[in-house]
């Protein structure tokens, strides 16, 4: 499968984007849907997760009570929506996916990954 992550950009704190990662496939739903982030010298990190059922979210602490994930199968989608943004949360956000069931926190259960898309928030 081929991901297609859009939406980051240049926000101030306190701004709100949305994230969209598009997939070519459709047995898009038999995936299960992270999302990570890497920020610059630093290792990639998690952020959400989302079964292939729709189960979780799972978020990470960082992120909990701000980001929320989503999926809608029918447009072969899942999107963040991340809301309260700080300068912390800058960093290239990847959109990864995997066959096998349930949930993961690490980059390396998934096989699949989009190309980024840049975050930056400033003060």
């Known amino acids: 499968v081929q991901l297609q992550a859009c939406g980051g950009g240049l926000v101030q704190a306190g701004d709100s984007l949305r994230l969209s990662c598009a997939a070519s496939?459709?047995?898009?739903?038999?995936?299960?849907m992270g999302w990570f982030r890497q920020a610059p010298g630093k290792e990639r990190e998690f952020v959400a997760a989302?079964?292939?059922?729709?189960?979780?979210?799972y978020y990470a602490d960082s992120v909990k009570g701000r980001f929320t994930m989503s999926r809608d199968n029918a447009k072969n989608t899942v999107y963040l929506q991340m809301n309260s943004l700080k300068p912390e949360d800058t960093a290239v956000y990847y959109c990864?996916?995997?066959?096998?069931?349930?949930?993961?926190?690490?980059?390396?259960?998934?096989?699949?990954w989009g190309q980024g898309t840049l975050v930056t928030v400033s003060s």
């Open positions: 989302i079964d292939r059922t729709g189960g979780g979210p």
């Open positions: 496939e459709r047995t898009f739903s038999g995936y299960r």
């Open positions: 990864a996916a995997d066959r096998r069931l349930g949930l993961s926190l690490a980059p390396n259960d998934y096989y699949y």
